[in-house]
């Protein structure tokens, strides 16, 4: 390369300096390049450990140590200085270098957060990122923060450093807490060929991360708030961990999934439909103006489990034979139980699919990902999934407020109890039990201030051995009324999600109920039937709007409901049960109105506050009257508890 050329390389790169200097300023930043003294000068730095030589992506490389060397770059770093000085002449000089025998020395930085700053070596860096380099090499000394709970950033770091320990890898980052861990997981499972690839994590990184990340990034993916890594973390969820990247194919499947990722992001808005589409109507008078369509529908409904194991199963069986019968002019039902709540799922959602089924529900949280799965690639069926922690474009999910019938069998259980502790066996410690233990607690604390309530935890869903051995648990701790999150052995109606009173012989190690006090009840035939005739008149037909839909639907609308024993419930109790229960169904009073404390006396709702949806469905606390913890408390670590693992 002659001298002209090297002269109008820093030429075009100042360009680029000084539109990227220009458009910082405009918005009122710094329009030089960051230096590390300024970022960390209030952090409390507790480390610094040489990682000796690595290979760093130019993209990673931010910027330079000091602010004095700082002034001769844009934020991009690209040059701002005029071409004929001493720093211009050198970045030109350099540029010749490049062209005709590469840059390969070392150079020196700071890594700090997953991001590197340069203390020997910016122009070297320049010129690389002006002709596009993908990396170079570099000695890095790592500056860690001070350990933080409290600051997302800094776990994610620490996390971070734990997976970059064992990969070696520093090309990708998370947003969000437990990622790098789930993201090894998945790396470990693959199985590569030894006699080629030597090292698992630099296959990963090279032949399967980086070229998703291209891919993803052409289809406009840096547009989106999240990083590459979380978009990839999101698809190995609904696809698997790929073990080599088929271009055209995970090209196809990333155009239809970015609308999700977009969906992830928050950059959608969510419509929930609180009440029925048909609000106030009668359903069945809606059926007789239905069009009679060209053919049958067909309708399917996967479960996790069978009816005589499952009464979550049992339930949903239920409201399927409801619409068999109601709708039997218009659709056909059919459905496939004990299917695995995994990925596995899919090839029975894709035979559904392909048997012709228009519609299909599944009926289990743990089928989201699956149901995702088989919707993105059948475009013309309708999959809903029965989930209330998710939003996607292409599967609408439903659930039942019964968390507010819940709230009524509280009132119930603080009125009848004589020893005031209350116990409530819960299956799972996952938010949709936990909101509605709640409002079971806030229930009993309106009628009976002196009331407590204890939690038993099967750890399980469907094991009436571990639910009866969580009610014994709970008895022998003073209990004499309990609440079941599950149904009881038998399927009596009125032993739906029961509250009763036990009657136990302690010799024998067995409690059974006494009295059946209350339940609260799901009745899904509802909401099958409302929805199935929408669908019908194509009020919810795929494609006609752009909106991401979510049914959450409450005792207004008749898919939950609570039903007592007037033999057994005092006369008064009833007269506030009935009026609370009205209050809720006409929106007046909500079971989560503040204020309202949890354990540790914090004051999660204010006063006169009412829980929003997203509180409510992402519930991850106790109010103050449990007195029961938490599974798997979160346990507070010290910065040379996190570091351990780190430095050995």
Not at 147 to 170: A, L, Q
Not at 436 to 442: C, K, P, R, T
Not at 471 to 486: E, K, P, R, V, Y
């Amino acid at each position: 390369m002659d001298a002209g050329d090297a002269v109008k390389n820093y030429q075009d790169a100042r360009k680029l300096g000084l539109k990227e200097y220009s458009r910082r300023i405009s918005k009122g930043q710094s329009g030089y390049l960051p230096f590390i003294e300024d970022i960390i000068k209030n952090i409390d730095i507790v480390s610094e450990i040489d990682l000796g030589i690595v290979d760093i992506p130019m993209e990673k490389i931010v910027g330079t140590y000091s602010y004095a060397r700082s002034l001769s770059f844009a934020g991009n770093f690209m040059p701002i200085l005029a071409h004929n000085t001493e720093f211009g002449q050198k970045w030109q000089n350099l540029c010749n270098a490049h062209i005709n025998e590469g840059i390969r020395d070392p150079i020196k930085v700071y890594e700090y957060m997953n991001w590197f700053y340069v203390v020997e070596g910016n122009k070297r860096v320049s010129v690389l990122k002006f002709f596009n380099a993908y990396s170079i090499p570099g000695q890095v000394t790592r500056l860690v923060p001070k350990w933080d709970e409290n600051d997302i950033n800094i776990v994610i770091y620490y996390e971070f450093m734990k997976f970059y320990k064992k990969t070696g890898i520093n090309v990708l980052w998370f947003t969000r807490r437990n990622c790098f861990n789930r993201l090894l997981g998945y790396i470990e499972s693959l199985e590569i060929d030894t006699e080629i690839y030597s090292n698992k994590y630099k296959y990963f990184s090279n032949s399967i991360y980086l070229p998703f990340r291209k891919i993803f990034r052409e289809l406009g993916g840096q547009k989106l708030p999240i990083t590459s890594a979380d978009a990839f973390l999101e698809y190995t969820k609904i696809y698997g961990m790929p073990h080599e990247i088929n271009e055209e194919l995970l090209r196809s499947r990333l155009e239809l999934f970015i609308p999700e990722l977009e969906q992830l992001a928050g950059e959608k808005t969510v419509d929930i439909q609180t009440m029925p589409l048909s609000s106030g109507e009668n359903i069945l008078s809606a059926i007789t103006t239905l069009v009679r369509p060209k053919k049958v529908m067909k309708i399917a409904f996967v479960y996790a489990k069978d009816i005589q194991r499952s009464s979550w199963t049992f339930s949903h069986e239920m409201g399927r034979n409801h619409v068999d019968r109601v709708l039997k002019e218009y659709i056909t039902t059919t459905f496939v139980d004990n299917v695995p709540e995994s990925l596995e799922a899919y090839e029975y959602l894709k035979k559904l699919a392909l048997d012709g089924n228009d519609v299909i529900f599944a009926t289990s949280p743990s089928f989201i990902n699956a149901t995702l799965k088989a919707a993105l690639e059948f475009p013309g069926v309708k999959f809903l999934n029965c989930s209330e922690t998710h939003s996607y474009k292409h599967v609408n999910t439903y659930f039942g407020r019964i968390y507010e019938p819940r709230f009524l069998a509280g009132i119930v259980a603080g009125s009848v109890t004589k020893s005031n502790i209350l116990g409530y066996v819960g299956t799972q410690p996952i938010p949709g039990v936990i909101n509605g233990i709640n409002s079971f607690a806030l229930g009993a604390k309106m009628v009976n201030p002196d009331a407590r309530v204890i939690v038993g935890w099967a750890n399980q869903w469907d094991s009436l051995e571990k639910m009866e051995a969580a009610s014994f648990t709970l008895i022998n701790s003073g209990a004499d009324i309990i609440s079941h999150h599950d149904t009881l052995s038998n399927r009596e109606f009125s032993k739906e999600y029961g509250v009763y009173s036990v009657l136990c012989n302690i010799d024998e190690k067995r409690c059974s109920p006494n009295d059946y006090i209350a339940a609260p009840v799901w009745n899904w035939g509802i909401f099958y039937e409302k929805i199935l005739v929408n669908i019908l008149n194509n009020a919810l037909k795929k494609g006609a709007s752009h909106k991401v839909v979510n049914f959450w639907w409450g005792l207004d609308s008749g898919i939950v409901d609570f039903f007592y024993s007037k033999r057994f419930v005092p006369r008064e109790t009833q007269k506030l049960v009935e009026f609370l229960k009205t209050m809720i169904i006409g929106g007046i009073f909500h079971p989560f109105t503040g204020p309202i404390y949890n354990q540790n006396g914090t004051i999660k709702v204010k006063e006169n506050q009412i829980a929003t949806r997203q509180q409510i469905v992402t519930m991850n606390w106790f109010v103050d009257i449990i007195e029961s913890e938490l599974p798997k408390a979160e346990k507070k670590l010290s910065t040379e508890d996190m570091l351990q693992g780190i430095l050995e």
